[in-house]
């Protein structure tokens, strides 16, 4: 039987041209299991997409444009990512429970020699790396541009073109709770916030006190409430049911429970709720 000849181990001075050293470095052990490990792991990770998802839907999301594009950001950076956490994961337990029969008392073994510079496997790693973060960085600004149109902006409610046909609603929050006056009613005022569908809605947003932070989870809509200052947010939401408002600005004592419902209803619907609080629609 003969014998495969011996491998001379490898040093800076000795070196065998880079493809040769990629190749040879895939077949070790060690190399061959974290490849096998990062693609298991990968497909464990991917049902994360859609998991993450449905947990954002439990309670009734995506009502509005804005939040399908936040949940297709979302399930694109999860999916994303998952080749670079599988691969962390994978070294990650392949240290832990691949090198574990090393004990004090053995010497170091001497199958896996000292790793040098591979430009391959450098080129490799930051070509891919890089790839995917652009990717991110160029689809986040996309997303980001489209959901700012969603949003109306920074237009105020009355330039906006159509503005008078849209639902105008002051946003007012306070330790602990939020207020929402409708300018075009005669003075209606009201904790729960009750909006038409498909109808533009546009939020003047303050606070009387310290900065909270105005969020209609399932309508995709976040923005501070400055104390002295108003800003601006809008949506269109698009279906209906009863939604959550919160507060995403620690506050104080109560911020938890700083929340309340937003009730997105049918135009006639909305038209009698007005009559009902006593508000005369004014526009
Ligand atoms: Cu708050």
């Given at each position: 039987?003969?014998?495969?000849?011996?491998?001379?181990?490898?040093?800076?001075?000795?070196?065998?041209?880079?493809?040769?050293?990629?190749?040879?470095?895939?077949?070790?052990?060690?190399?061959?299991?974290?490849m096998?490990?990062?693609?298991?792991?990968?497909?464990?990770?991917?049902?994360?997409?859609?998991?993450?998802?449905?947990?954002?839907?439990?309670?009734?999301?995506?009502?509005?444009?804005i939040?399908?594009?936040?949940?297709?950001?979302?399930?694109?950076?999860?999916?994303?990512?998952?080749?670079?956490?599988?691969?962390?994961?994978?070294?990650?337990?392949?240290?832990?429970?691949?090198?574990?029969?090393?004990?004090?008392?053995e010497?170091?073994?001497?199958?896996?020699?000292a790793?040098?510079?591979?430009?391959?496997?450098?080129?490799?790693?930051?070509?891919?790396?890089?790839?995917?973060?652009?990717?991110l960085?160029?689809?986040?600004?996309?997303?980001?541009?489209?959901?700012?149109?969603?949003?109306?902006?920074?237009?105020?409610?009355?330039?906006?073109?159509?503005?008078?046909?849209?639902?105008?609603?002051?946003?007012?929050?306070?330790?602990?709770?939020?207020?929402?006056?409708?300018?075009?009613?005669?003075?209606?005022?009201?904790?729960?916030?009750?909006?038409?569908?498909?109808?533009?809605?546009?939020?003047?947003?303050?606070?009387?006190?310290?900065?909270?932070?105005?969020?209609?989870?399932?309508?995709?809509?976040?923005?501070?409430?400055?104390?002295?200052?108003?800003?601006?947010?809008?949506?269109?939401?698009?279906k209906?049911?009863?939604?959550?408002?919160?507060?995403?600005?620690?506050?104080?004592?109560?911020?938890?429970?700083?929340?309340?419902?937003?009730?997105?209803?049918?135009?006639?619907?909305?038209?009698?709720?007005?009559?009902?609080?006593?508000?005369?629609?004014?526009?």
């Amino acid at each position: 039987m003969t014998q495969a000849p011996q491998e001379q181990p490898e040093s800076p001075t000795n070196r065998p041209p880079s493809m040769h050293r990629f190749k040879n470095w895939m077949r070790r052990p060690y190399a061959r299991h974290v490849m096998i490990w990062t693609v298991v792991i990968g497909f464990l990770l991917l049902p994360l997409c859609w998991l993450l998802l449905a947990a954002m839907n439990q309670t009734g999301a995506p009502a509005s444009e804005i939040m399908q594009d936040i949940e297709t950001t979302v399930f694109v950076f999860t999916l994303v990512s998952i080749p670079i956490t599988a691969f962390v994961f994978a070294v990650l337990l392949y240290s832990l429970i691949g090198w574990k029969r090393i004990s004090s008392d053995e010497p170091p073994m001497q199958e896996n020699p000292a790793i040098f510079t591979n430009r391959i496997g450098v080129v490799l790693w930051t070509v891919v790396t890089s790839a995917l973060a652009m990717f991110l960085v160029v689809w986040g600004m996309i997303e980001l541009a489209q959901i700012t149109a969603n949003s109306y902006g920074t237009i105020s409610a009355n330039e906006q073109p159509g503005g008078n046909q849209s639902v105008i609603v002051n946003v007012t929050g306070q330790q602990w709770v939020w207020t929402f006056a409708y300018p075009q009613t005669d003075g209606l005022v009201s904790d729960i916030l009750y909006l038409p569908v498909d109808k533009p809605v546009y939020f003047n947003v303050t606070s009387k006190d310290v900065i909270h932070n105005f969020w209609a989870v399932e309508l995709g809509v976040k923005i501070d409430a400055n104390p002295g200052a108003v800003t601006t947010a809008g949506v269109t939401p698009n279906k209906l049911g009863t939604f959550n408002i919160r507060c995403a600005e620690l506050c104080g004592m109560h911020h938890a429970y700083m929340e309340t419902e937003v009730r997105v209803v049918t135009q006639e619907q909305f038209d009698s709720w007005v009559r009902e609080m006593g508000g005369r629609r004014t526009s």
